[in-house]
């Protein structure tokens, strides 16, 4: 894996901040990785890919939401043939980002990131490669992350429901695996 | 010590087999119940909307369980690849005590008189296996309706005009419509369809001891909370239990039927919760395991005179594998229609099952289950970008605002979609595993076109602003709808049990779940499994009172 360079500190600190449990790893550059699966430089592209999969404007974005915790605690547990995935994954959007645009991916212009992106999505010539594929994939992690139960690491405060104006707690029936209180029934 | 000789085993606490293990234990023989998932109760599902049966990206939590359960699937340019039951590929029914039945949406069909006879309906049809039930509606009515009463259905069929004769009503008025409902009724009225309210496996009143639906978002995929959903599991297991004659084991892996010299079945060998490997000697085994691991079970049990499996002496053991095609509309409409009450699916027509001009069979179109927001995310038009700003608008505008009817497009049987067990992957105990190939036949497209269609035109007369149809794939299918891979005949050469669900070859084996039927009707199948055991069972216990099996 090539080390990347120019991780934006005010980025780190957000993402770092972010990470809910910390299970600490060193990745490749040296630096302590806050996250349990990824290190800091692939957790940086995929906060990056997620955030124009699900961007923020005034409802939270999949960033902010906590989609990259909850894609990273999935790797580490039920998702863990994945990992190599990613890792592959994340590595050839920037390899194949510096070959297009001189840049990683993370350090593309929005619009640029967007027409990237669309392109691995929709184009003929992209379609049945491996990026592609890997797209796909995050695609579907990242809906999860940001629509799915926040036990799970992502959805923060309920934020995607609340957004559907989905009433939480149910107006009906008993919600009783609250988030703030998980598998406390299960102790007693 | 070896365990004690019982007359029956059953294997699988399903739809099926909780029925048969309830009627053997009541005829007074003793029930050996296995299972090989566990008794869970409500309190151990955690209503999470990525981990149950319908979304299972974060696992089955009703099982089985992807640690020890592979399967393979082969594509159609015979590609294969090891999937696991959190993948949708790996065509999944739940394994737990009430098997399918905890977490389902409970609609209890009862097929039309012309599911029974699709052959004598249509003729044959081209790379199809279509053919007659060797058992007709009227054999099935009088179980259909034990199974309605003791199990407990609610609803309303009294505006099917296209509805088989019934002898008695639902024991449950239907639950209050929901918002969909009160929308989607007039405009079927308008068009000149008959639409009712869903039969369903759900109490709408206190009944047999339990509560009533409470309404609530966590419905199909979820076991109900307050027990209002009636599944074998807290029916007739129960009772089975309470005779004092059945014994039920959970965590209980069968690896195979036991016979002897003489081509009788003695047993069956498996393991059990600390995986040792047991054998139980028994005077008769009723299979009742779902269409996939019923036809893997006998495939598996080999021996000197069955060398190719039990019942497969003329390959026919997991042939025929189908499920449903699922088909209708979506619809947008400019006002909210989601109201947040369960169980959601209401209303439905029939208009649609039989009589269509030019086509094969049909099916029945129903708005769909209450949808939580994770189930809405791969549902924008197809046109339309499926990440980005779009889709988050999309689904911040009309999460509330859509209608779906949809339906199970009864399936054409293929002779060439199967199970078969893989020569190289074995599942945790060293068991061969299900090796899934095939597809569908082209008649089910060409219903889905139509069928999609009319949804369309339904949800337009109801006022959407815009509408786009879901067409299925030619693909493997099989589900929780899995049929078909035992077939019910007369003729030991194409088939594998007789109409008594017994297996060809074999007196004193029995198959007694959606493995039998010989189509699958344009409906969900579980009433019709359910209305089969009791038959079957009925037909098992006179025959035992008779000769014993022996």
Redesign the interface.
């Known amino acids: 894996m090539t080390a990347k360079k120019g991780l934006k500190r005010r980025e780190f600190i957000r993402l770092a901040a972010s990470a809910m449990a910390v299970g600490s790893t060193v990745s490749c550059g040296g630096v302590v990785s806050p996250w349990r699966s990824l290190t800091a430089d692939e957790a940086d592209t995929l906060a990056s890919l997620c955030n124009q999969i699900i961007p923020e404007d005034q409802d939270l974005g999949a960033v902010s939401a906590g989609v990259v915790n909850y894609i990273d605690v999935q790797l580490s547990s039920h998702l863990k043939r994945m990992k190599k995935v990613y890792r592959r994954g994340l590595a050839q959007l920037n390899d194949i980002s510096f070959k297009r645009y001189g840049k990683r991916f993370a350090s593309l212009p929005e619009q640029q990131q967007i027409e990237f992106l669309t392109a691995i999505d929709q184009d003929k010539a992209w379609k049945e490669t491996p990026l592609h594929k890997f797209f796909r994939i995050v695609v579907d992690h990242t809906m999860q992350g940001f629509y799915g139960d926040p036990r799970h690491g992502g959805n923060r405060d309920r934020a995607s429901w609340a957004m559907l104006k989905l009433p939480y707690p149910p107006v009906r029936g008993r919600f009783h695996e609250d988030a703030n209180a998980t598998n406390s029934w299960k102790a007693s | 010590m070896p365990p004690k000789h019982v007359n029956a085993v059953v294997i699988g606490a399903g739809a099926g087999g909780g029925i048969v293990a309830k009627e053997l234990a009541e005829a007074g023989l003793t029930v050996l119940l296995l299972e090989r998932g566990k008794w869970n109760t409500p309190?151990d599902d955690?209503?999470?909307?990525?981990r149950n049966q319908r979304v299972s990206?974060?696992?089955a939590p009703f099982g089985p369980d992807?640690e020890r359960n592979p399967r393979v699937v082969v594509d159609a340019p015979g590609q294969e690849r090891i999937v696991l039951p959190?993948d949708w590929e790996y065509n999944n029914n739940a394994a737990c005590v009430g098997g399918g039945t905890v977490s389902y949406g409970a609609m209890a069909w009862r097929y039309m008189e012309q599911d029974f006879r699709m052959r004598s309906t249509y003729g044959t049809v081209k790379g199809s296996t279509l053919d007659d039930w060797p058992i007709s509606y009227h054999d099935l009515e009088p179980y259909y309706e034990r199974a309605e009463w003791e199990i407990g259905v609610s609803g309303d069929d009294s505006n099917n005009v296209f509805r088989a004769p019934r002898k008695r009503p639902l024991p449950m008025p239907a639950l209050p419509p929901n918002r969909e409902y009160t929308i989607l009724k007039p405009a079927a009225q308008r068009l000149g369809f008959h639409p009712f309210d869903i039969p369903m496996l759900r109490n709408s009143v206190p009944y047999g001891g339990r509560a009533p639906c409470?309404?609530?978002?966590?419905c199909v995929g979820f076991a109900c909370?307050?027990n209002a959903k009636n599944g074998t599991h807290n029916t007739v297991i129960p009772k089975a239990l309470a005779t004092g004659n059945c014994e039920l084991k959970t965590e209980c892996m069968t690896k195979e039927i036991v016979t002897d010299s003489t081509g009788r079945v003695t047993g069956v060998a498996y393991y059990d919760e600390n995986d040792h490997l047991e054998e139980q000697s028994a005077d008769i085994v009723v299979v009742s395991c779902g269409a996939n691991e019923s036809a893997r079970l006998l495939l598996n049990s080999k021996s000197r005179l069955f060398p190719n499996g039990l019942g497969n002496r003329y390959d026919w053991v997991g042939r025929n594998l189908q499920g449903h095609a699922y088909t209708g509309a979506w619809g947008l409409f400019e006002f909210d229609v989601y109201d947040?009450?369960?169980p959601g699916a209401s209303i439905a027509i029939c208009d649609f099952n039989h009589g269509n001009a030019g086509l094969v069979g049909g099916g029945l179109l129903a708005n769909e289950f209450i949808r939580l927001?994770?189930e809405?995310?791969?549902h924008n038009p197809p046109d339309a970008?499926?990440?980005?700003?779009e889709?988050?608008d999309f689904?911040?505008q009309w999460?509330?605002r859509s209608i779906v009817a949809m339906g199970p497009v009864q399936e054409m049987p293929v002779f060439d979609s199967r199970v078969q067990v893989d020569p190289v992957v074995r599942d945790r105990w060293g068991i061969p595993v299900c090796r899934l190939s095939g597809g569908r036949h082209a008649n089910d497209i060409q219903v889905a076109e139509f069928l999609s269609t009319k949804a369309e035109e339904w949800l337009r007369e109801a006022g959407a602003i815009k509408t786009w149809r879901q067409l299925p794939g030619l693909g493997l299918s099989g589900g929780q709808h899995q049929a078909g891979t035992c077939r019910m005949g007369n003729d030991p050469k194409i088939s594998v049990v007789n109409k008594d669900c017994q297996v060809h070859e074999v007196d004193n084996l029995f198959v007694i779940d959606a493995s039998v039927h010989v189509t699958n009707g344009g409906f969900n199948p579980v009433l019709t499994i359910m209305a089969n055991a009791y038959r079957a069972s009925d037909l098992l216990v006179t025959n035992w009172k008779g000769t014993k099996f022996r």
């Open positions: 309190f955690l209503k999470d909307d990525l990206a974060l696992g992807d959190s409470m309404r609530c978002r966590w909370e307050v947040d009450v369960g927001p994770i809405f995310v791969g970008k499926g990440w980005g700003r889709h988050k689904m911040r999460f509330k």
